[in-house]
């Protein structure tokens, strides 16, 4: 790589189902960053794009739409062509902009983008991605979620989770729906969101997708997660779980853990392996990772069939070294990666 990572141009990838706030938010950021220079690449289904005309004021903003289809499949190459233009313009001074927002429609999986990132030379040195955002609907986001898989996806795939729309539902309905978000994905930060009116610190340059970045998992998935455990060991093969899990989301996460060193070289077998075959299914990935003779930790993260590892900080006197992987995939069998990952050990 030719380019370090600071002088890389942040990209913030701005998801969440129809009508949950995006294009709120969106303009709120714009107008808090007042001056400063963002290229937003708005997404929208259909010839007409009515947010541009709400965005676009006498600002410094250059907005570049992708229309006639969604950003994960039929535009996918617009995508593509528009950060390389985007990238030549900014080198050959005719654009000068510091950070790029994407926004995607409610329909598309936030995968395919973020893949973007990773997978075109010329793209993955110019462009950092800086973080998946995604707005739930506090109204609509449980309905949404029993019938739209695409935004499970969305919210494996966040980096930073925003509730929009509170006003609107009781305490209880919020609460409901924040513990079904934390089931999903236990590794992005929650947050509500009134009108767009979030503490951008939170959103904007947080390296979400930067394996220095802290693996933070709610404690709270945690305690559920044994929980879930113990459950699953109760059910046969008749119990639909009904009982148990009102929500069973395709889109889920596990943890594994362990004291117990890997063995370097089962554990990249391993992964490598299901990475393959579960590949397409494995949203997102992360964690510390403790080996054997190894004096400090090793980050790893990956998603899709993508992974990456690299050294991180030393395990300190005191500390135990400690394992802690999480897991957001569609369907995945939980069994084959906690079995798989407890024979890596040493
Ligand atoms: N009550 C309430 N309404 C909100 C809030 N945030 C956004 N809205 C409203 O929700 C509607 C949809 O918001 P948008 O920002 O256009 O949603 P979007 O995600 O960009 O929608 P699409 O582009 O269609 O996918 C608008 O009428 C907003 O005013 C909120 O916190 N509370």
Redesign the pocket.
């Given at each position: 790589m030719s380019t370090a990572i600071e002088n890389m141009v942040p990209v913030t990838v701005l998801t969440?189902?129809?009508?949950?706030?995006?294009?709120?938010?969106?303009?709120r950021i714009l107008s808090e960053y007042h001056g400063r220079r963002i290229a937003v690449i708005e997404n929208?289904f259909g010839p007409e794009n009515i947010?541009n005309e709400?965005l676009v004021q006498d600002r410094e903003e250059e907005i570049i739409e992708l229309s006639n289809g969604c950003v994960c499949c039929t535009v996918r190459g617009d995508l593509l062509r528009t950060l390389n233009e985007l990238r030549v313009k900014r080198q050959q001074g005719e654009l000068n902009f510091e950070r790029v927002i994407i926004?995607t429609?409610?329909m598309a999986n936030p995968g395919p983008v973020c893949q973007t990132f990773f997978m075109d030379d010329d793209i993955a040195e110019y462009y950092r991605l800086d973080a998946v955002v995604t707005?739930v609907?506090?109204?609509h986001g449980m309905t949404t979620l029993d019938k739209q898989a695409e935004s499970q996806k969305q919210i494996g795939f966040a980096d930073r989770i925003l509730i929009?729309?509170?006003?609107?539902v009781s305490d209880e309905e919020y609460e409901a729906l924040r513990k079904r978000i934390l089931r999903i994905n236990p590794r992005a930060p929650i947050s509500?969101?009134?009108?767009?009116?979030a503490d951008l610190n939170e959103i904007i340059d947080i390296s979400g997708f930067n394996l220095n970045a802290i693996l933070d998992i709610d404690p709270e998935f945690l305690a559920e997660e044994t929980h879930d455990h113990h459950h699953d060991h109760e059910c046969d093969e008749h119990c639909d779980h009904e009982h148990h899990a009102p929500h069973q989301d395709s889109v889920s996460a596990f943890v594994f853990k362990s004291r117990r060193p890997f063995d370097p070289e089962r554990l990249e077998d391993f992964l490598g392996g299901v990475v393959q075959v579960f590949g397409p299914d494995l949203l997102r990935y992360k964690g510390i990772i403790y080996l054997k003779g190894a004096n400090r930790r090793m980050l790893f993260q990956g998603v899709h069939m993508m992974m990456g590892a690299e050294p991180g900080k030393p395990w300190l006197g005191k500390e135990k070294p400690e394992t802690k992987l999480v897991f957001i995939g569609h369907n995945l069998p939980k069994e084959v990666f906690m079995q798989g990952l407890e024979q890596c050990l040493v």
């Open positions: 969440g189902f129809l009508g949950a706030g995006k294009t709120t938010l969106l303009k929208e947010d709400l926004e429609t409610g707005v609907d506090a109204k929009s729309k509170k006003d609107l509500s969101v009134h009108f767009g009116e």
